[in-house]
């Protein structure tokens, strides 16, 4: 079992950083794929980044590639996403989750069994 809790949401300007975290409980949190999703109102939840187990592989969402890093830390069993000139369009609440199952970056919602409560970033033009 893994219990997921994003923090570091906010209200920023466009060209401004953020940077999410989520602690996870549970001993499966280093063993597993580890991702960022997010939601903006009407839309489907979309994968932003991926990290694996050993944090040495990630996968980033074109959409954000070059402005978000996704890394983590599992002494402290948490993940971090660093989102760095963030646009309007970036408006979204955002998702941690965990895929214990998964050796590989896997990118639909569907391959990951636990998620956090979400975390509102809203970016103003």
């Known amino acids: 079992q893994v219990q997921l809790v994003e923090s570091g949401g906010g209200l920023v300007q466009a060209g401004g950083s953020l940077r999410l975290s989520c602690a996870a409980s549970g001993r499966t949190f280093s063993g597993a794929t580890m991702g960022w999703f997010r939601q903006a109102p009407g839309k489907e939840r979309e994968i932003v980044a991926v990290i694996s187990a050993s944090g040495v592989y990630t996968y980033y969402a074109d959409s954000v590639k070059g402005r978000f890093t996704i890394s983590r830390d599992n002494a402290k069993n948490t993940v971090y996403l660093q989102m760095n000139r963030l646009k309007p369009e970036d408006t979204a609440v955002f998702y941690c989750?965990?895929?214990?199952?998964?050796?590989?970056?896997?990118?639909?919602?569907?391959?990951?069994?636990?998620w956090g409560q979400g975390t509102q970033v809203t970016v103003s033009s």
């Open positions: 989750a965990a895929a214990p199952k998964s050796r590989y970056l896997v990118i639909h919602t569907t391959n990951y069994d636990y």
